[in-house]
Nanobody, 124 residues
């Protein structure tokens, strides 16, 4: 099974930047794949933030377009977050699925096959 471990969460002031990483082990067991970042805030539904697939197709939630950038290398998924706002606060969780990203990727969180434990981002 694919295992995911996030890192990079921290507390920052509004306007600051953070870079999150997600180490993915055994990702090669997926031929094609979709990797995504979700965030979970207290009292809110899990929200898809950004996704990238094995063909490097990317997609972003409207709330983060122009501020966040998702990228990947062989086994690491990254999320560069700039111009952070208090509403970006939450637990950021990476997810993986052996299907290419599509219209489901930022909404159907339940479709993903593997999840990490999350890393906390607090913006004040």
């Amino acid at each position: 099974d694919v295992q995911l471990v996030e890192s990079g969460g921290d507390s920052v002031e509004a306007g600051g930047s953070l870079r999150l990483s997600c180490a993915a082990s055994r990702l090669s067991t997926y031929g094609t794949f979709c990797l995504a970042w979700f965030r979970q805030s207290s009292g809110k539904e899990r929200e898809g933030v950004a996704a990238i697939d094995s063909d490097d197709k990317t997609m972003y939630a409207d709330s983060v377009k122009g501020r966040f950038t998702i990228s990947k290398d062989k086994s690491t998924l990254s999320l560069q977050m700039n111009s952070l706002k208090p509403e970006d606060t939450g637990t950021y969780i990476c997810a993986a699925d052996p299907a290419r990203c599509g219209s489901w990727s930022l909404s159907a969180w339940y479709q993903y096959n593997a999840w990490g434990q999350g890393t906390q981002v607090t913006v004040s």
